[in-house]
């Protein structure tokens, strides 16, 4: 529904590595110890690629998305954005939550452009402010304030105000969570445009299983206490996806039986043309 | 009024007093409570310590320094009327005490009207910069 905007030059992704990370916290109450959040994850994702985190809660996704973000330190390991180690927020990695969390004192057009204020290059690049709001289509909205925008809508600005600093790594925690099902699927089509027009590197969260398959290259399935990746699955279905296609189904299947919800207790043998990567080290 | 020499500085320290209080009480756990989230974002957009305090942390906590005002101002008023009463030989609060004492009564109305018109309209002034700073708030809070 929207052109891509004019100064929309492919953003080079960046490849993304965890190395070894693992996480505790430390419990309120001092005396029941600590949350193993995650025990030794490593992954390594490529630049452009785009992949999914799935599993049950307190498997510690949020907790990788958040120390890939920055916002948090590793307990031990270390985590590698290109050549860089990760050691605090930048810009080069964009987070967008399931609650869009935008400024509700700032107006849509100055919620995305507060990434430029605070790097302070609002000035050179206030034009392609316009692109943005462009790009998620929300012209006649530039105006409003956060609380007259839907949910969707406002799920559309929090990616612009992400991507306005054109990040290497785009981090998204269950971004689409908080969405009826109808806007949902219209916005995965719309984060699977900005991603196939900007080739920036996504990294995001689900508890959808069809969310997963129908987005990502690949699936990384993760259970919980402590945290760590059971496996990772790559996705090779054609896009646009077709959500009732039989690949689609059988790959729906064998995760939900990597989960155990399918009411069998063993995991039997993968069936689906989904090639199985163990979790490299 | 034990402190200080002239009671018009004593007036004006017990108002300061009284106003210093619920602003600073409120603007403190206004910034407090600024929502984690909204300073994780502000950090994965690049932001620095003052983006972070004066982009965030205070526009977050505008209503909450607002209720501090409002309550400051009606504790200032209060405080003001008490001062003039008891402590100093001028002012309107004064000039009931003494204009009642004479038992002239127009005169003491007429000294609460003018007192009722001051503070109403520095309330309404309040009222007003509050609309115009907090004009993202209309429509999801009435008060």
């Known amino acids: ?281 | 009024m034990v402190i200080s020499p002239k009671p018009i500085l004593s007036a004006v320290g017990l108002i300061a007093l009284a106003v210093w209080f619920p602003v600073t009480m409120l603007t403190m756990s206004g910034i407090a409570n600024t929502r984690a989230s909204y300073l994780d974002v502000a950090r994965t957009l690049g932001a620095g310590p003052s983006f972070l305090i004066f982009r965030v942390a205070i526009p977050a906590a505008m209503p909450n320094i607002f209720l501090g005002l409002f309550m400051g101002l009606g504790a200032s008023f209060l405080t003001l009327i008490v001062a003039e009463t008891v402590g100093v030989r001028s002012g309107l609060g004064w000039y009931v005490s003494w204009a009642q004492g004479w038992a002239e009564y127009g005169k003491v109305y007429a000294a609460l009207v003018i007192m009722a018109a001051f503070f109403s309209t520095i309330m309404t002034l309040l009222f007003k910069a509050r609309d115009r700073v907090l004009v993202w708030q209309k429509g999801t809070i009435k008060w």
């Open chain 1, 1 to 281: 529904m929207v052109t891509a905007p004019r100064t929309n030059v492919l953003t080079e992704g960046s490849s993304l590595r965890v190395a070894e990370v693992s996480k505790h916290f430390q419990n309120l109450d001092q005396s029941s110890g600590s949350t193993h959040a995650l025990d030794n994850v490593s992954l390594s994702i490529e630049a452009g690629e785009l992949v999914a985190l799935v599993g049950p809660s307190g498997c510690g996704k949020s907790t990788l998305l958040r120390l890939v973000a920055g916002l948090d330190s590793p307990g031990s390991g270390e985590l590698w954005v290109g050549t860089e180690q990760i050691t605090a927020p930048s810009a080069e990695r964009g987070l967008v939550f399931q609650d869009p969390n935008l400024f509700p004192w700032l107006t849509v057009r100055h919620n995305i452009e507060a990434g430029l204020v605070a790097r302070g290059v609002l000035h050179e690049k206030r034009n392609e402010v316009e692109d943005f709001i462009k790009l998620v289509g929300l012209e006649s909205f530039a105006g409003s304030y956060p609380h007259h925008l839907s949910g969707g809508m406002a799920q559309r600005v929090a990616l612009a105000r992400a991507l306005v600093n054109h990040p290497k790594v785009l981090l998204l925690d269950e971004p689409l969570g908080a969405l009826d099902a109808f806007t949902r699927m219209r916005m995965q089509d719309e984060v699977l445009r900005l991603w196939e027009a900007r080739g920036t590197t996504m990294l995001f969260v689900t508890h959808d299983i069809d969310e997963a398959i129908y987005m990502s290259d690949r699936i990384v399935i993760m259970t919980p206490r402590p945290g760590r990746i059971e496996r990772v699955l790559k996705v090779n279905l054609e896009r646009p996806r077709l959500r009732n296609s039989a690949g689609f189904l059988r790959l729906r299947s064998d995760i939900l039986e990597l989960l155990h919800f399918t009411g069998r207790n063993a995991p039997r043998e993968l069936e689906s043309a989904a090639a199985v990567e163990t979790p490299v080290a």
